[in-house]
Structures are given as C-alpha cells and as structure tokens.
C-alpha cells in the first residue's frame, strides 16, 4: 500500500460500506434479526450482521490494497473503524434529533441495538472498537495463509448455520427421534447456547485443519491407484451420494422435501435454458412460455375438472407435454433464427409475455380457463400407491432431473454440443466450417423447450391446478441466474446454482422480504469476485480469467526527470 494514497482508499472503502450499514439499520433489517441469536446472551443475528458489513469493509480494502502482512491489516483497520463511523454517527444524531418523520425504525431500540445495550456513552466506542477488529478480521481473510483461515471461517459459518436454520435444525432433529438433551445441548430458548456453538466451532475448525493435511495424501494414494480400483471407488462415492439423496426426505421431512423438489424444478429448467445459452449462446427470456405449455398440457389432459379433455394418467400425459413443448420451441425458433444477441432476448421475451396473455384472453377461455385456470389436476400413482405428498413427489423430480441432466451431459459431449459451442463463439465461422445454423439453433430450442415442459408437467400435479398468474417473467430471470451463478455451459453449475439461488430463499422464508436484499447484494458480490460462477465449465474459467487479465492495466513506469548540465544541456536522470 502506497502510503496515503492507500489510507485514502481504505478510508472509502469503509465509508461505503459504512453507508451500507446505516441503510440496512434504517430499512429495519437489523432490528428484525435482532430477535434471532448467534450466540445466546452474547451476540444477536443484527449485531452480527452490521459486524459482517464492517468485516467486508476490511476485506475489500485489503484485497483493493493487494498488500501482505501489516500494510494489508492496516487497510483492513482503517476501512473497519471508518464503516463503523457512520453507524455511530447515527446513534448520536438519532438520539438528538427525532429522525422517526423520516425513518420509521429509527427507534430508540434500533440505538439499543447498534450500542449493544450500553448506551452512547459506553456503546460508541465499544462500537469503533469492533469496527477496528471486524475490519482486521476481513483483512486476514486476505492477508493469512489458507491454512489459517480456512478453519476459523468454516467454524463461524458453522455457527451461523446453527443460528440462522435453528427451526429447521431442531425440527429435523425432533423429527429422527434424537434424544433432547442433544438439542439442549446445542440450544438455548433463544438461540444456540454458548456451548453449542463452542463445540460446531471447534468441531468444524478440527474437521477443516485434518482435511486440510490428509487431503493430498489422499490424492497422491488414489492417484497411485490403478484404473480398476479407481474407478471402483468413484462407482463408490457415486452411490453413497445418491443413498444420501434419497433420504432426504426421511431425515428432513416435508417441507425440506418441498424446497428440494422446488430446486429440482428450477434444475430441469435451467439444464434447458442451458442448452440455449450456456451451449448455443442464443439468450431468451421468454423461457417461461415452455414451463407453461408442459404444465398445461398435462393439466388438460390429465384434470378430472369440466376442461380435462381426455383423462390420462401423469406417466401418459408426460411424453405429450415434452412433445408439444419441443414443438413450441421450434415454433420460436423459426422467426427468430436470423437474430442475434440483445435483439434476440428482446424477441424471446416477447414471445414468453405473448403465451401468457393468449392463454389470459377471452378467445382462450372455454379451452384454458382464463384466469381461473384448470383445476382438479390428479396426483400421479406408481401401481396402486399415490404419489401425493411433497415427500413422493421428491423422488419424480429427483428421477427426473437425473434422467435430463444425463441427457444433456451427453449432448454436451456431442457433436451436436460442439456445433452449439461452435456458434457461440462465432456464427459466420460456424457456418463456413459447414455447422447448419438452422438445424442446430432450431435443436437448441427444442430439446431446451422439452427440458422445461418435463419441469412444467411436475409442476402441475405438485400444485394440482395451473393459473396463467403462475408463470411471470421473473421465472425466466431466476432460471437465466441460476444458470450464470452455477456458470455458464456447466451442467453441475446448473444444480449448484439451483441450490443457491433458489433453495437458500426457500429456506430463509421467514426472513420474510429481507431475503431478497441479501440475495441482490450476494448477486452482486458474486458478480465481482467469481464472475466465471461457482462450478465454471473449463471453457468458461478460462476465457473470462483470461479476459480479465488482460483488461487488468499494466504499470506504467515512470517518466525519467530531466536534468540541466554544467555545460547548458540536458540529461535525463533515472
């Protein structure tokens, strides 16, 4: 860190993100988790909360500063007490002036809270104070070696998960008949006990530092292995795992079974709209229209309502809705073939808002419902049993999802998936290399369409009914950044990003809107630190890093000095 230049920076830093603190206070986000301990009696989720705000401040100085050892403290401290300045600011200006006309929760409990009960003599700071050691805590989350901090970040965020999830800890905990004291141990009646969350500390700290030193003896022992037995233990792992997800809905019940057949959904989704972008790079935001079409499709044929048509089981409905979907995908493609980049997701969208409001009208009404939708959709029977509960319905949508994504990691693989990837990079090269441009686009649309009708036709006996007001355009954004953050042409990417971007918001309902300010603001973060997303395909990795290496400036050296010489001339010194 260049001297003042660099304090200067740092101070910025953490007036910024201070700036985020304040307005996470106001909008009463820090009050309402208030409620919530990290640690019983001793720090709540809202202090924590504006802590992380103060620790980010530091981390993001010393990352800016690209500074080691105390340079990178140094920045992490000053950009820690400067986020922790405003928040200070605004207990002493709240506590002088009535700021309620302007701000509702600028209440004297908010001040309580942001004083951590001491009041503004005492609680200010003791509140600069935390600002100095979260901030330095963010820069060594730079500056350290892995070896040191990844076992203390895996032992908060283990503290944090306890906290956070509690409900849903307990109840699963309840629900596997697990002794009480178990969750006397880890809990207190308003959170996790101090106990509880010394020993997930240490545990997952412990668990982390032996990983850490077994984890490349392991890899050079299964490297040593010969093919045959690695294989064999692959096959091994690969079987553990999915005797693990197959008793997710035993251990977590009902409504964990219902997130996950939610995440399962935006999965079949996203391995379509994959196929189009990740693969084809033809962007649409009109993918909707085929989540529909499936689910109404199978409602119709399959509701015992006044607008079922024909009666059918799920299983015999299912091949119609993925047919008629593909179809639909054809019939998009066909216009549009010849359009290209923000244009075509203009286009697509059109045609996602188009099915909606067809199916909306009048002239549709007798045949779709309108708004009131078709309704009585039968659960599915496996022989004699129903599938009717969120905790059946897992396993559908589980097989499912496993049978389209082994599709298309095929089609990845493929010829096909190579002409995809072909004209993502270049069209006009593409073609002149022989890659038929209207048989691959128009591929790309259908199989992807046929993804998500296998999606919607889940969807409608999950629900029972299907309404027009079902499928707006935001499905279609979720889908395009689930697939983003997962990373772009990856098929695990797909799954991972599912599990972040929609069955995290799930989890956290009861966090009500606030949510969705963490979810914008990780959005963000995401974009900025890990722009390749979280499981990248290899080709993906590499162009955006490399992309960005050599968008990075270079340094520009500096200009030698000139100097007069004894004899009138001029020398240049340097």
């Given amino acids: 860190m260049a001297g003042g230049r660099g304090i200067r920076r740092a101070a910025g830093v953490g007036l910024v993100w201070g700036a985020a603190a304040v307005f996470v206070s106001l909008a009463g986000m820090v009050e309402m988790m208030h409620v919530r301990a990290v640690v019983s009696g001793v720090v709540s989720l809202g202090q924590v909360l504006l802590l992380l705000a103060v620790a980010g401040a530091g981390f993001t100085a010393a990352r800016a500063a690209r500074a080691r050892g105390g340079a990178g403290l140094l920045a992490g401290v000053t950009a820690g007490v400067l986020a922790a300045a405003p928040v200070a600011a605004l207990v002493l200006l709240g506590e002088r002036v009535n700021l309620r006309a302007m701000f509702v929760n600028a209440s004297p409990a908010l001040y309580r809270i942001l004083t951590f009960d001491r009041g503004a003599g005492a609680g200010l700071p003791l509140m600069l104070a935390l600002g100095a050691a979260a901030g330095a805590a963010g820069a060594a989350a730079v500056v350290t070696p892995p070896a040191w901090r990844q076992p203390v970040a895996l032992g908060l965020s283990g503290v944090l998960v306890l906290s956070v999830f509690q409900e849903l800890i307990q109840l699963i905990l309840q629900a596997q008949g697990l002794p009480a004291l178990l969750r006397d141990f880890l809990y207190a009646p308003d959170g996790p006990a101090l106990r509880g969350a010394g020993a997930v500390l240490l545990g997952a700290a412990a668990l982390s530092t032996a990983w850490g030193r077994a984890r490349q003896p392991v890899r050079a022992r299964v490297a040593r292995m010969p093919p045959p037995a690695r294989g064999l233990l692959r096959a091994a792992l690969m079987a553990a795992g999915v005797l693990l997800l197959l008793l997710v809905p035993v251990a977590g019940g009902p409504f964990v079974a219902q997130v996950v057949v939610i995440v399962g959904l935006y999965t079949l989704m996203g391995l379509g709209l994959n196929l189009e972008v990740g693969l084809a790079g033809l962007l649409d935001l009109g993918f909707v229209a085929f989540f529909a079409i499936g689910a109404y499709t199978v409602g119709l044929l399959t509701s015992t309502g006044p607008l079922g048509i024909a009666h059918w089981s799920f299983w015999a409905a299912v091949p119609v809705a993925v047919l008629v979907s593909l179809v639909a995908g054809v019939i998009l493609g066909i216009p549009v073939l010849g359009i290209r980049g923000d244009y075509l997701a203009i286009a697509t969208l059109g045609f996602g808002e188009i099915t909606r409001l067809l199916v909306l009208s009048d002239f549709l009404r007798p045949w779709l419902g309108g708004s009131q939708g078709v309704l009585a959709i039968p659960k599915p029977f496996l022989g004699p049993y129903e599938l009717s509960g969120p905790q059946h319905l897992f396993y559908v949508t589980l097989a499912g999802s496993a049978l389209v994504a082994y ?111 963490v979810y914008g603001a990780v959005l963000v973060a995401m974009m900025l630190l890990r722009p390749e997303g979280l499981l990248p395909a290899a080709a993906q990795r590499r162009e955006l890093r490399e992309t960005a290496e050599a968008e990075r400036p270079l340094p520009v050296p500096e200009a030698p000095l000139p100097v007069a010489t004894s004899d009138g001339g001029v020398r240049a010194e340097g």
């Fill in 407 to 517: 599709v298309a990691w095929r089609l990845e693989r493929s010829r096909l998936g190579r002409a995809w990837m072909a004209i993502r990079e270049d069209e006009d090269v593409a073609e002149a290399l022989g890659v038929n441009l209207v048989q691959v686009k128009l591929l790309a649309y259908g199989l992807g369409a046929a993804f998500a009708g296998v999606a919607g036709a889940i969807f409608a006996v999950m629900v029972g009914s299907v309404f027009p007001h079902s499928f707006q355009l935001l499905i279609s954004i979720n889908v395009l950044a689930l697939i983003i953050v997962g990373g772009l042409g990856s098929t695990p990417g797909v799954v991972v990003g599912s599990l972040a971007l929609v069955g995290l918001p799930e989890l956290l309902r009861e966090f009500g809107e606030f949510r969705f300010l």
